[in-house]
């Protein structure tokens, strides 16, 4: 089949590629040149494990094509899938005017013709159905995506659940057959096909996502409770995930949930419930104890390090391992309050270390390392915030001998307190009640 993607960010990108691999013909658009550019030339414009080497096959293949023009393969495809960004406001409302501008373009090239729409980006409850409405001539279905950023190419390979959002029944037979069609080459089983109507689709997109952040918050009020009295978290969270009604993931505490997507979601479904007179007190909460969670962590490092013309090395700047993206990232969060306490700043990331230079070249408080090592020399502490596994299998005695003094602050329980402690470090990690190291 012949298949158009609109919105090169990393979910369109990711499932166009791996319908290209699965035999069909993609063609993707974008309104950013720049990314268009460097995507016909077999780059992206940001870090995805596996994803360059199947994009370069595929174009040496030309299975793909990437235009910033819609009008130059609108009438390729009979299906389009939106993948465009649906950001947030300032005050949490999602906005769709990416879609929006989309669907116009869309509208405007087809004249006559009718095209099924695919809405991946995730929007609010209702929305795909006032759509149709709107753009009557055209098909519309709601297919909200679950991958993730660092494992997209896997994700979209082995997808859980495909749900299938029509916004009309009659039209949810077609729908079904259509998908099916398109995944045939994946080798899925039957039952991941979910049938429904484009509303729930939408909500459950929503409720998956806050659902997941829930659990991130209730492990993370759980570790301050074991940070108080003793108890060993590690313990806890082994024992909780047991439970098969509970299950093992999404337990690992830390500094709380970030990235493009889980803050986002719960912050528009409070909008979206507040829209509908609904206060919803769980999102509103789970929100809270996020936020929570990482001023705890702020404050342990500043009621520990003196501020004047102290070093603080941080290790990890991307919101989670495997990924360039510094959305809603713990780092950025922690870097701009130690900016405002008078700190001096070292930072390493293994993958963003050309986006902090870009962000950060007119503060001459933050220096940005391209190895992990060089930026703690001097540091009078380390703060870890991303769980790459080169921080995880770091030389300890190394770090020790960098640092100016041996304190570390673990916001991902990368290492283990015993042996911390050992090795004589002053070590503050989460879920761990802090024990002064007397040798220092
Ligand atoms: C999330 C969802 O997991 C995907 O299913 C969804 O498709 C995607 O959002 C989206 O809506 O596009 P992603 O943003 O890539 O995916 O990130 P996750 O891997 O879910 O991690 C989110 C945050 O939770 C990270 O900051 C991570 O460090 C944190 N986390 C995760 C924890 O603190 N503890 C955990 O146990 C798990």
Known sequence: MNLCIIGTGNIGLATGLCFAQKGHVVDFVDNDDAKIT???NGQTSHYEPKIEILLQSLLAQKSINFTNNIKNVINKSEVLFITVGTPIDNLGHSDTSSLISALEAIDKCTE????????KSTVNP???LQLSKKYKRHTFVSSPEFIREGSAIKDCLNPDRILIGSTNKSESSNNLRLFKEMY????LKKEIFVE???TTAELIKYSSNVFLAARISLINEFSVLAEKTGADIDQLQFALGLDPRIGNHYLSPGLGFGGSCLPKDAFALVQFGNSIDENLLMTNAIIQTNFNQLNRFIEKIINKVERSSKKICIWGTAFKPNTDDMRDSAALKIISKLIQAKYKIHLYDPKCSHQLSLIFKN???????????EALK???ALVVCTEWDEFINADLTKIKTHLNSPVVFDGRRIFKNNLMRQLGFDYYSIGTKYEPNNSL
């Open 38 to 40: 460097l995507l016909q």
């Open 112 to 119: 006559s013709s009718s095209k099924t729409i695919i809405i």
């Open 126 to 128: 209702n929305t795909t």
């Open 184 to 187: 045939q080459h994946f080798n």
């Open 196 to 198: 429904t109507d484009s």
């Open 363 to 373: 503060q001459p408080e933050v220096s940005v390392f391209t190895d992990a090592f």
């Open 378 to 380: 001097n540091a009078d």
